[in-house]
């Protein structure tokens, strides 16, 4: 399983190589990408063979382009969904949420959701609105298994405790604990991409680091059995 926020949806061929050719992307089965076109999840998705879900939160405030989530999977994907998350910001504040793939791996239902929260400059106590909005989501699923992943925006500490406190509660793993900082500006290091897991037994996680085709890195996790 990976996440990846692929800076605006632009630099999709560099995209599409790294994720044909980086150790822990390259054999991936289930993509959550964030910051996505529909055209550009359509290239990427035809690269790889896989199936794949989009949808858009409208147009982004700078390019005017599509802005939205995708999962990609190598298995069938039956339904999808969108979670709204509440509130925006006042400035460039675009409508955010979780887009549910429902992924059918053998007649066992895996849920995956590509989340992108909203920046920083939300006051934190809509932030966590938003982080409860998921948990809810992931707690109301029925599936199986379920993966969630994407860009939280968790800025500081106090925010990844208190996402990872709201996904604990409805039974979520934080997968990618140990995974350090995937975000970089005015020389500060930021934690802001997570995979959380239901129902499914990690083995590793990591990430590569930034590549060329985003200011975000990826975050990948194996996943060897299922419960």
């Known amino acids: 399983?990976?996440?990846?926020?692929?800076?605006?949806?632009?630099?999709?061929?560099?995209?599409?190589?790294?994720?044909?050719?980086?150790?822990?992307?390259?054999?991936?089965?289930?993509?959550?990408?964030?910051?996505?076109?529909?055209?550009?999840?359509?290239?990427?998705?035809?690269?790889?063979?896989?199936?794949?879900?989009?949808?858009?939160?409208?147009?982004?405030?700078?390019?005017?382009?599509?802005?939205?989530?995708?999962?990609?999977?190598?298995?069938?994907?039956?339904?999808?969904?969108?979670?709204?998350?509440?509130?925006?910001?006042?400035i460039m504040g675009e409508f955010r949420f979780g887009l549910r793939a429902s992924i059918n791996l053998a007649g066992t239902t895996l849920d995956a959701w590509s989340v992108h929260a909203e920046i920083s400059t939300l006051p934190f106590r809509r932030q966590v609105a938003q982080y409860e909005a998921i948990a809810r989501a992931t707690g109301d699923s029925e599936a199986d298994m379920k993966i969630v992943g994407g860009d939280f925006n968790t800025a500081t500490t106090r925010n990844v405790?208190?996402?990872?406190?709201?996904?604990?509660?409805?039974?979520?793993?934080?997968?990618?604990?140990?995974?350090?900082?995937?975000?970089?500006?005015?020389g500060r290091a930021f934690?802001?991409?997570?995979?959380?897991?239901?129902?499914m037994d990690p083995e590793s996680a990591g990430t590569p680091g930034r590549l060329d085709a985003s200011d975000h890195a990826p975050v990948w996790a194996r996943f060897m059995t299922f419960n």
């Open 1 to 90: 399983m990976v996440t990846w926020n692929i800076e605006l949806g632009e630099r999709i061929d560099q995209a599409i190589a790294a994720l044909t050719t980086t150790p822990g992307l390259a054999d991936a089965d289930v993509l959550l990408l964030q910051e996505m076109g529909s055209e550009g999840t359509a290239q990427i998705a035809e690269a790889l063979g896989f199936d794949w879900a989009y949808a858009s939160g409208g147009p982004h405030s700078k390019t005017g382009r599509e802005f939205g989530n995708a999962v990609l999977s190598r298995w069938a994907i039956e339904r999808a969904d969108v979670t709204p998350l509440p509130h925006q910001a006042l």
């Open 161 to 186: 405790r208190m996402l990872m406190h709201r996904m604990a509660a409805v039974g979520a793993t934080f997968t990618s604990v140990e995974v350090g900082d995937t975000f970089e500006r005015f």
């Open 191 to 199: 934690k802001l991409d997570h995979l959380f897991n239901v129902g």
